[in-house]
Structures are given as C-alpha cells and as structure tokens.
C-alpha cells in the first residue's frame, strides 16, 4: 500500500500571514526524500491554503505524481484541465466546512461527473471520485468511467469506541471489495493518524491512503521529515502494524 502526503495545511499555515513560508513546494520535497509515494493538494474556490502557483510549481517539480483535489465548479474544472495534473479526486466542498465532510453524491450527479471525468482523462489525467462506501455511490462511480474511488474514512476516524470503529471498518471492507468488483481500483483517506492507520491492511484492495492533518500535526513538533517516515512506515508494512507511539 502506497502513501500519498497532503501538505494543505503547509499553505494553511503559510496563508495566516499571508507569508511566503512555510513552501508547500519545499515541503513536498522533503515528503518524497522521506517515503511519500505521492502529493496531493486540494485546490479550493476560496483559496484558503493551496494558491494556483503552488500547484503550477508542485507539477514541476514533484517526482513521484501529484494529486489534485477538486470540486466540480466549473472554473476549477477549466483549471485543472489546463494543469493536467498526474492525478485528480473530484471531491466536494462547501464554502462553509473546516475540511471535507462527507463522500461526493455521484448517484445524483452521474451524467456532470461523467463529462467532468471525460475532460480530465482526456488531458491525460487519472480520475478518482472521493466517495462514501456505499454500494449505491460505488455503482454510480463506475458508471462515470472513472478509473478510482477513494473511499471516505470519516467515520471510522471519528469513532470513540472500538464497536462502531469495527463497524466502520467493516464498512470500508465491503465497499472496496465491491468497488474492485465494479473494476474500480480503491484508495482511501480522511482523518487517519498514526493510532489507526495500521487497520487499513485489513481493508482488500486498498492501494494508497492520503493522509494530511495527522502527519502536518506531528511534523510541528517533530519535524516533516521523521513524520511522514514513520507514517510512511506503518502504510508501506506489508502486514498490519503496531501503532505508532506518540513519544516526540
């Protein structure tokens, strides 16, 4: 299992005073040297972190591939299709929400996601549709052509207890080895840490994590570089791991 290393909040710190540091640029350099198998960034409506000026260094100069999170609004669309990014996730967004909150509803949407998919793929980019695990949101994903699912894993991140983790963990079980029936391949993310991440082996089909929050949360305290090893280390084991110990 791959891992992919989102430095939004990089920028989210940089943008408090709208400042030139920290460099979400330089930050992804540092993931690569440390294990990271890709960058994403989620370039926003409102701009709140991610400028277009990162994203156009980052496809400069990214070596391993660049993830480009996006909303369907149509100016975004026309941008990331000018950028022909390595990678795109359509997700979706609201003005008003701290970060992402739910899977894309796809099933009500299929014909716009489709045709934004279609102008994407046809720049050369991979397509995937951050969605919830739900057979009626997978089915329409692959109606849409697009070649991935990142699956939502909120509410196994937000469970308190280990019931309703193993529920949602279950969860997360069915709805990628139904994706992988459908000829969807499947990645996954959304507020995993280092306390959780090794239950994602026990997911079938799961080829990277995207993981963000987690990882710039401890580098403030550690350093980027020991961070996104050690997360680094607990994705790419080939059988599931220990937690890591939080001791900084």
Same mark, same amino acid.
């Given at each position: 299992?791959k891992?992919?290393?989102?430095?939004?909040?990089? $920028?989210?710190?940089?943008?408090?005073?709208r400042?030139?540091?920290?460099?979400?640029?330089?930050?992804?350099?540092?993931?690569?040297m440390?294990?990271?198998?890709?960058?994403?960034?989620?370039?926003?409506?409102?701009?709140?972190?991610?400028?277009?000026?990162d /994203? &156009?260094?980052?496809?400069?100069?990214?070596?391993?591939?660049l993830? @480009?999170?996006m909303?369907? $609004?149509?100016?975004?669309?026309?941008?990331?299709?000018?950028?022909?990014?390595?990678?795109?996730?359509?997700?979706?967004?609201?003005?008003?929400?701290?970060?992402?909150?739910?899977?894309?509803?796809?099933?009500?949407?299929?014909?716009?996601?489709?045709?934004?998919?279609?102008? @994407?793929?046809?720049?050369?980019?991979?397509?995937?549709?951050?969605?919830?695990?739900?057979?009626?949101?997978i &089915?329409?994903?692959?109606?849409?052509?697009?070649?991935?699912?990142? @699956?939502?894993?909120?509410?196994?991140?937000?469970?308190?207890? &280990?019931?309703?983790?193993?529920r949602?963990?279950?969860?997360?079980?069915?709805?990628?080895?139904? $994706?992988?029936?459908?000829?969807l391949?499947?990645?996954?993310?959304?507020?995993?840490?280092?306390?959780?991440?090794?239950?994602?082996?026990?997911?079938?089909?799961?080829?990277?994590?995207?993981?963000?929050?987690?990882?710039?949360?401890?580098? /403030?305290?550690?350093?980027?570089?020991?961070?996104?090893?050690?997360?680094?280390? @607990?994705?790419h084991?080939?059988l599931?791991?220990?937690?890591?110990?939080?001791?900084?």
């Amino acid at each position: 299992m791959k891992l992919g290393v989102n430095i939004d909040h990089i $920028a989210t710190l940089r943008q408090v005073r709208r400042a030139t540091l920290p460099d979400p640029v330089a930050a992804a350099a540092v993931a690569e040297m440390a294990g990271a198998d890709g960058i994403t960034v989620h370039l926003r409506e409102d701009r709140r972190h991610i400028q277009d000026r990162d /994203v &156009e260094l980052l496809m400069r100069t990214v070596t391993t591939k660049l993830n @480009l999170e996006m909303a369907l $609004a149509p100016a975004i669309v026309a941008r990331a299709c000018a950028l022909k990014p390595h990678c795109a996730c359509i997700v979706p967004e609201r003005r008003e929400e701290l970060t992402t909150e739910g899977g894309l509803d796809v099933r009500s949407q299929v014909q716009a996601v489709r045709r934004v998919v279609q102008r @994407l793929q046809r720049g050369g980019t991979v397509v995937s549709l951050f969605i919830d695990a739900e057979r009626a949101q997978i &089915e329409a994903a692959a109606e849409t052509g697009a070649q991935y699912v990142e @699956l939502h894993t909120g509410v196994f991140a937000r469970a308190r207890t &280990e019931a309703a983790q193993q529920r949602a963990l279950a969860a997360l079980q069915r709805g990628a080895a139904y $994706a992988h029936e459908c000829g969807l391949r499947v990645n996954a993310g959304h507020g995993l840490d280092y306390h959780n991440v090794h239950l994602m082996h026990q997911v079938p089909y799961l080829e990277e994590l995207n993981i963000g929050h987690a990882i710039i949360a401890r580098a /403030v305290m550690a350093g980027l570089d020991r961070a996104v090893r050690d997360m680094a280390a @607990l994705v790419h084991a080939p059988l599931p791991a220990r937690p890591c110990a939080d001791n900084l």
